[in-house]
């Protein structure tokens, strides 16, 4: 069938249909009328815009072109500029040097950790050569993460300390500036069975006196280390006190319930025959007086020991100490009662309870070497009473949560308290109640503090087996502050049962120091 | 909102007291500046934005009613946006941008090698790619790499854009396999921001090398390229971009270039210098001088399993010419028979058909000359050769720090000293100045690590006390020097002993760190030292093998 090409480009001269043209093709269409009536009123309203000109600015140009200084506005001054990434290390190397490779258990603890504790945040690899090297699959995730570091983490100044820590370590005078100080052992006191749990030595620096828990008491020579009587007093001996008196020769002993007046015999015949016509003539009372205490004379076979007096307790007693004239002595009682601290007087066997209320468990009590001051050590606190006007006079914050010792200076006027936290507290008690000073040089619990009577030396000993002796300046110019300086760790003691160093002493003339150690051993140190 | 912070720069602070700010709680929460929001508020480009957000719902309404002359107009009339006053106003001066450029770079060349489909809009993409061949341009123009650095993430470039030390690491050219758990919405509005920075950056670092932006490629050099590309590319436009990214053309100056008159800088004696700073400057000068002029006169060739726009950057940064086969890319200009070429680049084990007079080299060569700033000896990178290590041009050794003994070795290099020329000579004789070697480098590590000893030993001695148990015997062995550092030591655990709780704390942090840092250190020293005896022992061992 040929086909009949009704629609060729060549313009024919019949048209197709012969159909005559609408009538709507003459007459203006009311339809079109009413949409460019509507849009001419939109118009009219400005509802429709124009079109906005292209803005034909270039899309980059100098944007910097006027740097003028106005522009640099506070918010500069204060922006924190993130970070820059860090830049990689040798690790980081397609092909580092071996040793930055990753062993077997690196790889495996590097893959337990978790992703932001590691180190590195990719494992190390080596690739032989350039062609051999894949894409990295966390590169997009490194990319997002900085994204986010910068949007949501939050920027400090960080002051970052950039001190020589040589610095920070105070400078000190020089230890030899500040000789004497004990510094090497010189003897070893060996006899006792168990550890040795006090000392005490004579005021004229003769001799020696140490308590044990094997139930013994023994007398040394001091610079022979001989032992000179071993007195068997039945019970462990809790503390022991030389007289200060150098015209009495007597020893105060706490054994169990009781405090034994010991006369060691030891040096001059005179003075320890005077001693002993002291405490005979003693004449009692007519009337009777109720004490809190039973004194009794000492058996004939206790007295031929040199057992003198006992005062019997009714309770544990753990410290003894003496006032500076040696007439009167304190003793305490582990009870939780009103009758914790006693007061003694030797020559009229009189006893005395000086608190009628109970502050605390009372760990020691020390008298004031000069004035008519006592002070009474709790747990946490430390109170002076003041004996005449019987009155609390003070009462020092030791800063620490039990106190084991305490000692106090010659002058009278500074205190150190050791305790069960390692920590040593200086009291300077013109300055304030809480503490000049706090040291803390032990690692271990202080057992013992003392001070030396003319030196400025004060030492204390703990249970990690070292005596720390520590120069203590106290100025008479009441503005200058004391001066503490550590000079010298001094160790020798073996650790038995956890326990180091007991009790320190020092002597009274020689800046020697003497410790008793739970080894059952006392060392000499000069 | 959070792209409103992400174009400002806004970020959290952390508040001085946290408990008095969140109201008693420790929760971890973030916190922005109040000031920061108010600022936040009289911005602009917000009005733009909801602007935006009408067009987006009117142009749906259209879609979904199928009105087409509606969408065309609107089309016509989409609300546009411009960041130019955000990029001003966050850096008033161009070096603050210059500072900030490290993220733009590395963000733009990421976007650049993403696929053209999915992700991310293409116009994006093309955009960053243009941005990132300009900014590659530029650093040619001016020889302003400095280092680069092959790792298993990818390419680490540094470029010194006057004085500002920009870093930026791009992706091996592979497929990315896309993560899910990433908002590519977040990193668009980074890139969004990132294009307007580093646009005007671009302009401005063009205006001051008196080069033509948008860059035109050097007119001799066009007219060299047409004939050969004339009949592969119908249209010059389309081709542009990639010519521009062969990076092998020269760019067109808006003025001629006056070279000699920069080289000769005039000298300003500035008050306060001394001669010797004055001559350690001028030689720093002089060593910059030469190290942009590293590959001057050579010619490179790049095989076609080489990653070419890397090394094709590297090399043209440092003066040196390069081409490659002409089916791998446009813009090549020599052939791979041309006798003038000096190096050519092979990444495969061995090659057939070497041709005489140039050296056929791994890769590595080209990034481990241009960090070590010489021209290293090309007899370990052969092809086909174990390589030796690759390091890291970032890393400054400090005094105690583990420095990897090729770095050693290289410092001594760059030092004008040769300490291995043995290791050139013949394998036979290799074996014997290798074991020389290896005693002296063993020597030289023993030394190391008595001195770490000596200073780990210093610091456990510092916390160990010593025994106060001095037998008079004793006393006359040791010397006096012992003792007068035993007496200080002592002195000084004795001083430490009175330091205030804080400094004290502090002290011990940072003798903490400084021992942590020596026991790496350490740890370091002894695996090489591991390593290399094991090494040893295989080579004896097929040595043996060999012989017997």
Known sequence: ?526 | SRRLCILKGIYPHEPKHKKKVNKGSTAPRTFYLLKDIKFLLHEPIVNKFREYKVFVRKLRKAYGKGEWSTVDRLKDNKPSYKLDHIVKERYPTFIDALRDLDDALSMCFLFSTFPRSGKCHVQTIQLCRRLAVEFLNYVIASRSLRKVFLSIKGIYYQAEVLGQPVTWITPYAFAHDHPTDVDYRVMATFTEFYTTLLGFVNFRLYQSLNLLYPPKIDGQADIELKPVEGQEYAMDSESYLEKLSALSASLARAVAPAHEEEAELDEFPVEGETAEQMDAKKKEQEALEKHKKLFEGLRFFLNREVPREPLAFIIRCFGGQVSWDKSLCIGATYDVNDPSITHQIVDRPRVEQQVVGRYYLQPQWVFDSVNAKLCLPVADYFPGVLLPPHLSPFVTEQEGDYIPPEKLKLLAMQRGENPDEESEEEEDEEDDNDKEEEEEEDESEKEEEMKLKKMEEQKTQSNKMLPVKVTAGKLRLEDKQRLEQEQQSEEKRLAIMMMKKREKYLYKKIMFGKKRKVREANKLAAKRKAHDTAVKEEKKKSKKARRA
């Open chain 1, 1 to 526: 069938q040929p086909s009949v090409d009704f629609f060729t480009h060549e313009v024919m001269i019949h048209p197709v249909t012969n159909r005559p043209a609408d009538k709507r093709s003459f007459i203006p269409s009311l339809i079109e009328k009413e949409k460019v009536s509507k849009l001419v009123h939109a118009i009219k309203m400005g509802w429709i815009k124009p079109r906005k000109p292209k803005d034909d600015t270039p899309t980059y140009y100098d944007l910097w072109a006027h740097e003028e200084p106005g522009s640099i506005l506070g918010r500069h001054k204060m922006h924190v500029p993130a970070p820059k990434m860090k830049l990689p290390g040798h690790e980081e190397s397609y092909n580092p040097p071996p040793e930055y490779l990753l062993s077997e258990e690196e790889k495996l603890a590097w893959e337990q950790q978790e992703p932001a504790e590691r180190r590195l945040n990719f494992v190390p690899r080596q690739y032989r050569c350039l062609r051999a090297v894949p894409a990295y699959s966390r590169f997009i995730h490194e990319r997002f993460e900085r994204c986010l570091d910068l949007y949501l983490c939050p920027r400090q100044r960080k002051m970052r300390v950039n001190v020589d820590p040589e610095d920070l370590i105070p400078k000190l005078p020089k230890p030899q500036d500040l000789q004497p100080f004990p510094t090497v052992q010189a003897l070893v006191y060996r006899g006792h069975s168990s550890l040795v749990r006090c000392l005490g030595i004579s005021p004229s620096g003769q001799w020696l006196v140490s308590g044990s828990d094997d139930g013994t008491l023994r007398f040394w020579e001091v610079s022979t280390a001989r032992c000179m009587r071993t007195l068997p007093v039945g019970g462990v001996v809790k503390s022991v006190a030389w007289n200060p008196n150098p015209t009495v020769c007597l020893v105060a002993v706490a054994v169990e319930q009781s405090v034994l007046l010991v006369n060691p015999c030891l040096g001059d015949k005179l003075l320890y025959g005077a001693t002993d016509q002291l405490l005979e003539s003693y004449v009692a009372p007519e009337e009777e007086r109720v004490q809190p205490v039973r004194w009794d004379t000492a058996t004939p076979e206790e007295h031929a020991k040199g057992i003198r007096l006992i005062i019997r307790h009714s309770k544990a007693v753990k410290q003894v100490t003496w006032h500076g004239k040696g007439d009167y002595f304190a003793s305490v009682v582990s009870d939780n009662g009103n009758m914790q601290v006693l007061i003694h007087q030797a020559s009229k066997r009189w006893s005395q309870n000086p608190f009628r209320r109970s502050k605390g468990l009372v760990q020691c009590v020390l008298f004031h070497p000069l004035r008519p001051y006592f002070f009474v050590a709790t747990q946490r606190y430390v109170r002076v009473y003041n004996l005449l006007k019987q009155e609390l006079t003070k009462k020092l914050m030791a800063n620490c949560k039990w106190v084991s010792s305490m000692a106090i200076h010659p002058g009278g006027d500074n205190v150190i308290c050791g305790s069960y936290d390692s920590k040593l507290a200086w009291f300077d008690l013109d300055l304030s109640t809480r503490p000049y000073q706090m040291l803390r040089h032990h690692k271990k619990a202080l057992r013992s503090v003392a001070f030396h009577r003319h030196y400025p030396l004060f030492a204390s000993g703990s249970d990690d087996g070292t005596v720390i002796v520590c120069h203590g300046m106290v100025y008479n110019d009441l503005l200058q502050n004391p001066l503490l300086v550590p000079v010298k760790v001094l160790k020798g003691h073996a650790l038995t049962l956890d326990l180091g160093v007991l009790d320190v002493i020092f002597h009274p003339t020689q800046p020697w120091v003497f410790s008793s150690g739970a080894d059952g051993t006392i060392r000499l140190y000069t």
